[in-house]
């Protein structure tokens, strides 16, 4: 059974900076890719930024240059490093993996909730 935990979000003012953790219970290598989905209240889930196993990323046009994600092989976690947050932000924001890259999202952590104040 995989797991993925995620960790780090909160309450922070506009302009300010987290840093969302999502630690896997194997090696995350084991994964085509992993990602970052936001849903916020009354809208849509989007995919905000996902990493292959090869290394190479994709951000949702609306984070580009402000979202980071990133990942520590050693400590089988993906990062995603969120700057100059905007109150359009606010989200539950879910850590999912993919195993094959035809395949859906195969595993989903619990959600953290991301509120930033204007």
């Known amino acids: 059974q995989v797991q993925l935990v995620e960790s780090g979000g909160g309450l922070v003012q506009a302009g300010g900076s987290l840093r969302l953790s999502c630690a896997a219970s194997r090696s995350i290598f084991r994964f085509n890719a992993m990602g970052w989905y936001r849903q916020a209240p009354g809208k849509q889930r989007e995919l905000v930024a996902s990493?292959?196993?090869?290394?190479?990323?994709n951000y949702v046009d609306s984070v580009k240059g402000r979202f980071t994600i990133s990942r520590d092989s050693a400590e089988n976690t993906v990062y995603l490093q969120m700057n100059s947050l905007k109150p359009e932000d606010t989200a539950v924001y879910s850590c999912?993996?993919?195993?094959?890259?035809?395949?859906?999202?195969?595993?989903w952590g619990q959600g953290t909730q991301v509120t930033v104040s204007s």
């Open positions: 999912a993996a993919k195993s094959y890259a035809s395949s859906p999202w195969d595993y």
């Open positions: 990493i292959s196993s090869g290394g190479g990323t």
